[in-house]
Structures are given as structure tokens and as C-alpha cells.
């Protein structure tokens, strides 16, 4: 079982750059077993090109390593608290997507323009507060983090809105597995890309229709969802 959590870690962090979402070693990935309380991740600086499934690192909810000879991601921490606060997700991805990270950098949303953002979000991708001094300096930056995530999330429910944007740093997405938590990412990016082009063009632009929004969201999520298959 393990084996097979490091095998979809692995996938998961090979498919960010093949997705054009990953620059040097920016971003990871990682995939949670929640019956063992143990997350699969990238070792920390280890290029893609060079990472092997035996390379990904196993962790558990306390933060102890269980498995692994290289260090943990240094965004470890971070995925940890999303892991202990986000109960329904199975996996977690930061990037440095260009467009998106504009977003967090600027400190600004990215607006809910047209049916592609409300095919995945319920609204307007959020972005968090920015950290404080303590935060950044405290010794737990990284836990400080995944804190000020959550923070952003207490009246949001995070599979309405399965990313986020954070404040002067990137983003983060998750989902139900690490494969889907990489799909939003490749999401997040395409819309944040979107957002600025569709700005460029129409800079007092107007986010969609409730309407409009509703009919996207609710044919995808929810009990009435009708997109796609049904699952087997």
C-alpha cells in the first residue's frame, strides 16, 4: 500500500512540469493514506528529471518521517496542516505557475470572468492575508503558512474552492487524489493566464453572472452534477 502512495506521489510531482507548471525544483506534490495517518512527498531540491519513486519521502500526520533517505520538501509542513484540516482531500500540489503566482504576488484574487474558472472554483480564487513578521521569522514558516490557508478557509468550503493563492508567494491546490489536486493546478493556471489576457482587453471587466456561474459549478459538483461519466 505504501509502495503504491509513493507511486502516485511520484506521478503526481512528474506531471507538473510536463504541464509546463514547475521552473527548476519550484513545486511538489503529495498524496495522503488516511486510514495509516501517512503522506508521500518530494524530496526537498531534487530535480525532476532525476527523481525516482524511491526518492519520494513518507511522513506522517505528527511530522515524523516514517520512510525516506532524503529530507522532505520544505513545504512539508504546509501540506501537513492541509492534510489535518481539510479532511476530504486525498492530495496536495504547490506550484509557481507563472500566471498564477502574478496573481499571489500582486496579492490579488483571480476573478471569476467566464465558464472555464466556474467550472472548478464557486467564485473567485482566493488569496490569503499576508504573514506577519512573527509568522515569517517564528521558526515555522512553513506551518505558519498552511495556518494562514486555513485562517483564509473559515468560511469557505475547500471543495467549493480547491486552491488558493498565497500572498506574495504561489499557489496551492488540492483534491480528492494527488491526480486531481494536479488537474487544479493546471486549472488555476490556464484561468489565471485567462484573467490577465481577459483584463488586458476589458480592464473594468465584470465577473460572470450568478447565473451563469451556478449552471457551470452545479453541472460539475454537488448531487445534480450531470457532467461526464458516472464513476465505476
Known sequence: MLTELKREAYEANLALPRHGLINLTFGNASAI??????????????????????????????????????????????HRRLFAAFADIGGVVHTHSSHATAFAQAARA?????????????????????????EISGGAYEWETG???VERFEKLDPTDFPA??????????????????????????????????????????????PALLAKHFK??????????????
Not at 50 to 67: F, R, T, W
Not at 110 to 116: A, L, N
Not at 219 to 232: L, V
Request: glycine share 6%; aromatic share 6%.
Open 164 to 209: 488558493v493563492l498565497v500572498n506574495r508567494h504561489a499557489p496551492f491546490t488540492w483534491g480528492k487524489t494527488v491526480a486531481k489536486a494536479v488537474e487544479v493546478a493546471v486549472a488555476v493556471e490556464c484561468i489565471a493566464h485567462m484573467a490577465l489576457m481577459s483584463l488586458s482587453l476589458e480592464p473594468k471587466l465584470k465577473t460572470i453572472e
Open 219 to 232: 453541472r460539475k459538483h454537488g448531487p445534480a452534477a450531470y457532467y461526464g461519466q458516472p464513476e465505476m
Open 33 to 78: 493514506d488516511r486510514t495509516r495517518g501517512i503522506f508521500a512527498i518530494k524530496p526537498s531540491g531534487v530535480a525532476y528529471a532525476d527523481l525516482k519513486p524511491s526518492d519520494i519521502v513518507l511522513i506522517d500526520l505528527e511530522g515524523k518521517k516514517v520512510e525516506g533517505k532524503l529530507n522532505p520538501s520544505s513545504d512539508t509542513p504546509t
Open 110 to 134: 483571480i476573478p471569476i470572468f467566464g465558464t472555464t474558472h466556474a467550472d472548478y472554483f464557486n467564485g473567485d480564487i482566493p488569496v490569503t492575508r499576508k504573514m506577519s513578521a512573527r
Open 147 to 149: 495556518n494562514i490557508i
